[in-house]
């Protein structure tokens, strides 16, 4: 999935999810991003890299682009809505 279904209405820095976030913490602290993440073709929940790769990390090992990763996963943890 290339383009964001998702419209968002913040800036970056009021953002909780960054780039360096762990996988694993965003699908523990925001449940409702693991659909995000399937979505994307990201079966995060179970894997072992979850653990100790960060966003940005993951999505280089998709081949997707992390600003629309991060964008979708902010949306959904911050109340965006669907396009």
Do not use: Q
């Not at 399937?38 to 280089?60: H, I, K, P, T, W």
Request: hydrophobic letters at 40%; glycine letters at 8%.
């Amino acid at each position: 999935m290339e383009e964001n279904k998702y419209n968002i209405h913040f800036s970056e820095d009021d953002c909780p999810i960054t780039r360096d976030t762990l996988i694993e913490e965003i699908v523990n602290i925001w449940p409702e991003t693991v659909d995000v993440l399937a979505d994307f073709g990201m079966s995060c929940v179970g894997c072992a890299s979850a653990a100790g790769e960060d966003l940005s990390e993951a999505c280089n090992a998709h081949g997707l682009k992390v600003n629309v990763v991060l964008r979708a996963l902010n949306a959904a943890v911050m109340g965006g809505e669907e396009a």
